[in-house]
């Protein structure tokens, strides 16, 4: 597990390597990966963007940022925390990701990055 904490907000993510998939007959590595969010801040606060690099050593990165995460912009009082999964497919069995949020301060409004912390995506065969 990797963690990191920006302006009291805690980041921790898990992965998990789910096999070879084939999609239009190309071959792909399919991972998970399990974020928790928790606030350990004193202000209540939104997550409203997503921005991520996922780096394929067989690929170029691909950037994929949008609203929210699984469809939510969870709100997030002080000692709440907040756990989703979502994966990703890779050329290679070997790569990377990382990135940051968008939160919102839900007093002052004000905007700020909570960066997530750089994560592997390994075929664990490899690690042997």
């Given amino acids: 597990m990797v963690e990191q904490i920006t302006k009291g907000i805690k980041i921790s993510v898990k ?5 070879i998939k084939y999609l239009n007959h190309r071959l792909f590595y399919a ?3 399990f974020i928790t969010i928790e606030n350990k801040s004193s202000e209540t606060v939104q997550l409203t963007t997503r921005f991520w690099e ?7 990165t ?5 609203e929210g995460v699984v469809g939510q912009t969870p709100i997030l009082q002080p000692n709440d925390n907040y756990t989703y999964s979502s994966g990703c497919y890779l050329e290679s ?3 990377a990701m990382k990135g940051y949020y968008i939160m919102k301060d839900c007093n002052t409004l004000e905007e700020f990055k909570v ?4 994560f592997q995506l390994t075929n664990p065969v490899l690690s042997n």
């Fill in 15 to 19: 992965t998990k390597y789910n096999g």
């Fill in 31 to 33: 991972f998970s990966y």
């Fill in 54 to 60: 996922i780096i394929d050593s067989l690929n170029d």
């Fill in 62 to 66: 691909e950037i994929v940022e949008g």
């Fill in 93 to 95: 069995s070997i790569g």
């Fill in 115 to 118: 960066f997530i912390p750089t």
